[in-house]
């Protein structure tokens, strides 16, 4: 097997800051807390500790922004950095276009979570999308801009909840991304792109059977270049679930796609379903843990962090809504470390 050389230095980095990412039994320690001031003092002794007048929503802000900027330092390529920087791009796209929806319900714009940390400034991508220059976003591509007037269209007409604009600009997202991976020459990338394809795919399905949109509906928004040809999942979208199991027993699915199905018949909540989605992921990045020399240790470092995040609001949200112990471990992501 050829050996990347190029990532020696970046991987050694990763390997050290590896040592800073939360244990589960630190998590179970969080959620064992008496007090939001005890969850603050035990963040004390880890990169989240707290400064002075902080809340917590800054916390993970700077923590991910603290992230994206070692990411910046230690890749030398500017294409393979805004790689990794286009996440958050599309996140502030999908916040604007949601933005579009409210004022059209006569309901206030909210900016306040718009993430600094993408290849666009967030005022920059703030006119861009209210003065409507779309070819000015990094995923315009002529041969994938009839997602986004098909999405302005559907905005137009009211005809779309903003929580559907995420499936939408997800295939915009990934149409670019596929073909951002395929030119770097990166085949990691290209196969974890094609794995999140997969999983978002599998998601659409199962969001879309929960509130009844029709098939042709599905067609149209699931992202085509995954491992799964996204017709398998339209041939069974109008049969049972389990439906999806056989047809996918082929795939490296199968296993999640058995406990997404009994989940989903149990008539339990998407977002347990979305914990296995996520709990996937991880799984498949801990592969990069064996891996010496290549990009995979900085590509899974970054969903570690970007997991660990998660976890760190499920528990602070659940504390403070005063949710139980058990709900909150039932609702915690697993772990890189």
Not at 109 to 138: A, R
Not at 143 to 164: A, C, H, N, P, S
Not at 282 to 306: L, N, R
């Amino acid at each position: 097997m050829e050996r990347n050389f190029k990532y020696t230095y970046a991987v050694s980095r990763i390997r050290c800051l590896e040592n800073e990412l939360l244990p589960m039994s630190f998590f179970h320690r969080l959620i064992g807390a008496n007090s939001i001031d005890e969850i603050k003092k035990m963040l004390g002794e880890t990169v989240y500790g707290l400064k002075e007048a902080e809340n917590f929503d800054v916390l993970w802000e700077d923590e991910l922004r603290r992230t994206a900027g070692i990411v910046r330092e230690i890749i030398r390529e500017k294409r393979i950095r805004d790689f990794f920087a286009y996440s958050y791009d599309i996140f502030n796209v999908k916040v604007l276009f949601k933005n579009k929806i409210l004022a059209k319900r006569g309901l206030k714009k909210n900016w306040d979570i718009l993430i600094d940390m993408g290849t666009v400034p967030v005022e920059k991508m703030i006119s861009y999308i209210e003065n409507e220059q779309y070819v000015f976003l990094p995923f315009y591509r002529k041969d994938g801009v009839y997602i986004l007037f098909d999405l302005l269209e559907k905005i137009e007409k009211m005809e779309l909840d903003t929580k559907f604009v995420d499936i939408y600009l997800d295939k915009l997202y990934f149409h670019f991304m596929l073909d951002e991976a395929k030119a770097l020459g990166e085949p990691f990338l290209l196969t974890y792109i094609r794995t999140l394809i997969d999983l978002t795919n599998i998601m659409v399905f199962f969001r879309s059977k929960l509130v009844d949109r029709p098939k042709s509906f599905v067609n149209d928004v699931l992202i085509p270049g995954g491992f799964v040809d996204k017709d398998k999942f339209v041939e069974v979208y109008q049969d049972t679930p389990d439906m999806l199991v056989k047809s996918l027993s082929y795939s490296p699915y199968s296993g999640v796609l058995e406990k997404m199905v009994a989940l989903f018949e149990q008539g339990r909540n998407i977002s347990l379903i979305e914990k296995l989605k996520d709990n996937y992921l991880i799984t498949f990045m801990k592969q990069a843990k064996h891996v010496m020399f290549g990009i995979q240790p900085i590509v899974a470092f970054m969903v570690a962090k970007d997991m660990e995040v998660k976890n760190l609001r499920i528990i602070i949200t659940g504390k403070q809504a005063g949710l139980s112990e058990d709900l909150l471990k039932e609702r915690l992501r697993d772990v890189y470390v």
